[in-house]
């Protein structure tokens, strides 16, 4: 028997691994360790993973459900559905006609992202449309049911319509279009106007529209974060609309795996007849818990005057060292550029032991910027300030 006739793995494996690219931030692995040589220490400002606490609401309110033999349902607790109509109503403009039937849990934002193309039956054939610089996720989803990504500049979308798409038949793929205001990473917001007629035209066209709002309750240099939900955007029609949102960040709970999709109650309804069969429920003691923190604004109010702070301090720092600071209107991000490609960027920061990612990951247009997270403590914020200022 030849040397090499041993296991070989299967075809399905092989064309999986085919279609997913190396996981990006393994790559910051040589500037991560460079930073963290730093003698005062490393300023991880690279992912945005909440480091301040839990509201206490929530807590308390985890630990009194923590008794919980029996099976979580998938649709969840009368209370939590009860919860996420009022808090889709009163934070994202959604209107009365929307009821129980058209919101779900999810286990985590990402999850709903990564599988919401296999969830609505996409596969070979179709495409998936999403902001040319945005979360790579969006693009994984497409990749899992070996549909075509499709990165589209949504701005140029909303004024130009086919003309945006990289060639006419484009549109006659697609299926499934994903919004993502305020952006990860660059922070732009779309307005009532340009979010009203991305909408029309995947409507004209049959194309079911997912708006990523996860950082809508952090906005900064404007006054409005519009929601697909919104009358002014949708025309008081929640056809073929889903808004996907987080508690990750407004409320402290990235550990909880806290979220929920609003919108189409035909579309949620088949979210739910999937789900149901693949088992993907949100734990019983974490639908309490995010019951609870549905409730609690004032501690998302105060979560979002800590990142205010943290803000006003690091934006001008980045702007001393030589930075230019472009979008970031709202969400937990400086979308920065130094003049220079971005690793560059992110080498010559990391040797001052600051760490952030390059704007590549998310996409070709964004290789001359670098993403500058608010998520670390006061104390470190502080540290990168200084470390900026003297640079």
Not at 320 to 339: D, E, I, K, M, N
Request: charge should be negative; hydrophobic fraction near 45%.
């Amino acid at each position: 028997m030849a040397a090499n006739s041993g296991p070989r793995p299967s075809p399905a494996r092989r064309g999986l691994a085919e279609r997913l690219p190396a996981f990006p931030w393994d790559a910051l692995l040589p500037a991560k360790q460079r930073a963290a040589t730093h003698p005062e220490g490393i300023v991880d400002l690279s992912v945005g993973t909440p480091v301040d606490p839990t509201p206490a609401s929530v807590q308390a309110a985890l630990a009194a459900a923590a008794d919980s033999p029996g099976y979580p349902t998938t649709i969840g607790t009368p209370a939590l559905r009860e919860a996420l109509v009022d808090f889709s109503r009163r934070h994202r403009s959604a209107p009365d006609s929307l009821g129980i039937e058209g919101v779900l849990p999810t286990v985590g934002s990402k999850e709903l992202v990564a599988h919401l193309p296999f969830q609505l039956g996409l596969g070979p054939g179709d495409a998936v449309a999403f902001p040319h610089i945005a979360y790579p996720t969006y693009d994984m989803g497409a990749r899992f049911v070996g549909a075509e990504p499709l990165p589209v500049d949504m701005v140029r979308l909303a004024t130009h319509g086919d003309e945006a798409l990289p060639e006419p038949s484009a549109a006659q793929r697609i299926r499934l279009l994903w919004l993502n205001s305020p952006s990860n990473p660059t922070g732009e917001v779309l307005d009532v106007t340009q979010l009203a007629a991305v909408v029309r035209w995947a409507r004209e066209r049959g194309i079911v529209v997912a708006s990523d709002e996860c950082y809508a309750l952090l906005p900064w240099t404007v006054d409005d974060v519009p929601s697909v939900l919104d009358p002014r955007v949708n025309g008081g029609s929640l056809e073929g609309l889903l808004c996907v949102y987080s508690l990750s960040k407004q409320s402290n709970l990235a550990g909880y795996r806290a979220a929920f999709v609003a919108g189409d109650p035909a579309l949620v309804g088949e979210l739910v007849a999937v789900r149901k069969q693949a088992g993907m429920m949100l734990p019983g003691p974490v639908q309490i818990a995010m019951t609870a923190a549905l409730g609690d604004d004032q501690a998302a109010a105060d979560q979002r005057e800590i990142y205010r702070a943290r803000r006003a301090l690091l934006e001008p720092a980045l702007r001393a060292a030589g930075g230019s600071v472009h979008g970031s209107q709202a969400g937990l991000y400086l979308w920065t550029t130094f003049g220079e490609k971005a690793m560059t960027s992110v080498e010559r920061l990391a040797a001052s032991g600051i760490l952030v990612a390059p704007g590549m990951f998310y996409g070709g247009s964004g290789g001359g910027f670098v993403r500058v997270a608010l998520t670390a403590t006061d104390e470190r914020i502080a540290a990168a300030a200084r470390r900026l200022e003297r640079l």
